[in-house]
């Protein structure tokens, strides 16, 4: 449950960060709210692999989600060195494959209900 809440609140600061684009690009305070949007994405991507690390039983569960979201913290801190940088034509199409992914691995995530529901015993 708590892993799935992270990657939802993650897919959704990466649906915020091209609109808060948008508006550094038109407008005066956008740099700022794109900043913002930034810090949000880098703050879920770090509790999305905490939430990884937490649900893990050594022994017991795939370490596979840990892997996930590492690999993924790692793209991010990889976008925000390229916005920094101002190195636009990577930064622009990294952001649309991390929302891509994100949304991927949403699909991927069991839902709490159905990881919950114990076997049928025959
Ligand atoms: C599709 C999504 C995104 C688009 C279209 C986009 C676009 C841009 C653009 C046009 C800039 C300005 C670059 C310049 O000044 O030349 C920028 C800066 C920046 N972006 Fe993004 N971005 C996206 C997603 C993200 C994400 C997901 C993050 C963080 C994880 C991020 C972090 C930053 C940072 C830290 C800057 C520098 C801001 C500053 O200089 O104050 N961006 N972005």
Redesign the pocket.
Known sequence: MFLRVTIILQTL??FA??I???L??STPHG??L??V???G??TV?LLHLIAAILVWRPGGGSPRPIAYAAGFFGL??A??????A???TL??????L??GLSVLQLSRVPAWRRAHVAPVSS
């Open positions: 600061a990466l960060s091209p808060t684009a948008g550094l690009l740099r700022t794109h900043s949007a930034a810090y994405v880098f991507t991010t801190l976008q925000i060195a390229l916005g920094i101002q190195v636009t930064h622009v199409p990294l952001g649309a991390l929302f």
